[in-house]
Nanobody, 121 residues
Framework: QVQLVESGGGLVQTGGSLRLSCVAS??????MSWFRQAPGREREFVAA????????HYADSAKGRFTISKDNTKNTGFLQMTNLNPEDTAVYYC????????????????WGQGTQVTVSS
């Protein structure tokens, strides 16, 4: 059973940057994804990466500002976020799955606890 622990969230001003981390343990998987959930809104896909390759996929809202990456030696995934704005305020979650990348939350069974990102104007 894979367990995920996110970290790296915090309070940042508009235009600032943050790097989120997601440490995985207890099993293997094929894909790691990041999602976010703002107050009163549904959880939405942000980015995904193949764990044993280099393929990445981004939501339109993340393209050009966010970069997903990984360090297989540390079993850790990252989400580097730049040029943040208040619309990026949300709890950010990492999730993993096998076989295919999916952008819908119902296809993921393994989630971290989330890390809060707050962007002030």
């Amino acid at each position: 059973q894979v367990q995920l622990v996110e970290s790296g969230g915090g309070l940042v001003q508009t235009g600032g940057s943050l790097r989120l981390s997601c440490v995985a343990s207890g099993g293997t998987f094929d894909f790691m994804s990041w999602f976010r959930q703002a107050p009163g809104r549904e959880r939405e896909f942000v980015a995904a990466i193949t764990w044993n390759g280099r393929f990445t996929h981004y939501a339109d809202s993340a393209k050009g500002r966010f970069t997903i990456s990984k360090d297989n030696t540390k079993n850790t995934g990252f989400l580097q976020m730049t040029n943040l704005n208040p619309e990026d305020t949300a709890v950010y979650y990492c999730a993993v799955r096998d076989k295919t990348i999916e952008i819908m939350t119902q296809f993921y069974k393994t989630w971290g606890q989330g890390t809060q990102v707050t962007v002030s104007s």
